[in-house]
Structure formats: structure tokens, C-alpha cells
């Protein structure tokens, strides 16, 4: 974590300390070292990727029906707008290659990807389950 949101000495005590399948950034944020706002403004500035705060009102309903709910559960990716033949999704992962092209075998719009905390993700995908 190059971004300084914990000392290098915390960093490598917390790498021998994280419990096998769960990752380092997941684990300092339960372990209070860093913050899920922090952590994930880092990883949008080292992976290039827009950081958003979402509130139900910005996800278009019909728009968050775009892809079949068991694809959204299993990527954690929510559709939230539509616009010049782009689909703008959010997910609290990194997009990977795999998440990219299956996304792609369900709509022909252009994907661009928005990354939001785990949190925010719970709370629009309760608000959305509501919608539908």
C-alpha cells in the first residue's frame, strides 16, 4: 500500500497476521487500521478507476435490470445508467477480464465501470431488490 494509509511496520505485521482468503485491504479495514472510504480511494487512484458515492435515487430502475440477478450477485455489479450507447456499472471489485466479458454476453453497450465501497454497494443493492 504505497498510498501511506498505514505504516510500512503495520502493513507487514497485518501481512502475517491476515487470515488466508481474506484480503489485506478487507482485513485493515476490519482490524480499524484504515477506513473503507480511504482504502477505496486508494485503490481508484491505483487502479485508475472513478471512485462514486451512489444514493438509490441515482440508479435508473430500469437501467439496474440491464443484467439478470444472479450475474449481479455473483460479480457484485450493479447498472445504474444508461447513456450513448454506455452502460455505467458499479462494483465494489476491481473489473476483472472474466467480469468484463461475461458482463459483455448480456448487453451490447459499452461497460465503464465505477468503483464504490462495500457499503455503499449494500445499501443500493437493498434499495434496488425493493424496486423489483
Known sequence: M???LVSANRLEEALRSCPA?????EY???SGDVNEEALYQAL???QSLPLERLEPSEVDENVSRALPRRVMREWQVLPFRAAGGTLLVASPEIPTDEMQ???RGFTRLTLRFRLITPGNFRRLEHAVRALH
Open 44 to 46: 481508484s487512484v491505483q
Open 101 to 103: 466479458a461475461t458482463l
Open 2 to 4: 504505497s498510498s501511506g
Open 28 to 30: 485493515l479495514v476490519q
Open 21 to 25: 482468503g481474506v484480503r489485506l485491504g
